[in-house]
């Protein structure tokens, strides 16, 4: 599921687990941000592409693909595209989106995949990881699912843009550490609370190599051009100032 955020901004007291990432109540309205705003429409997801290349005829795994955004731009390119997402609020939106032939599925990255051993090219896990307090078992079913040769491209918040938002806002947060953190999403009328996991960049390196995944591209790219006239000063916090960070990881 693709964050719209490009920095955290209220840290709250972590939330009820039942109660947070609530995406099937706004999946509406955060489908509506993500389609429009600077940090999905104009930055995130126009950097995913450019890593991804040419896709005609690949195989692709859309890990958290909400509202299907990501999904409809790669099929447009050509590839064959399959996408999971855990909330079927938002699953219901891409089926609108992408016709009744998308292959659309509910899962959890969480818990075994519903795909036999490499059954992808490519994997896009695109604002999702951070989610996930343990990258361990999601990255080793990611490896699994993708076949030799195939290509894991994730985005994820930038891990200094975390901690120094949370030392300007007075936390005493060590960057070294992997902790929960959460803020509010007030959209459509709703205020729900949503948990991430912050950790270091060697610990997120650390975490693809054990998978068995090799680096090949750490990138943190600029918001597209035309986005300077629509959002001056979005577009200027987000060319000056990491938000997320860009892997794109070799399944030898």
Known sequence: MADMSTVPENHVEPAHPSRANDYDNLAE???????AGIANAYYERPAILALAGDVTGRRILDAGCGSGPLFAALRDRGAVVTGIDNSTGMLELARQRLGAGADLQVADLR??????????????????????????????ELRRVLTTGGRLIVSVDHPFAIHAIHRSAGRKTDYFATYNWTEEWTMGGLTVPMSFWNRPMHAMTDAFTAAGFRLAVISEPQPVPAARELFPDEFRALATSPSFLFFVLDAD
């Open 29 to 35: 309205a955060y489908a509506a941000e993500n389609e």
């Open 111 to 140: 818990n075994r995949l519903p795909f036999p051993d490499g059954a992808f090219d490519d994997v896009i896990a695109s604002l999702v990881l951070h989610y996930l307090e343990d990258w361990g078992p999601t990255l080793s």
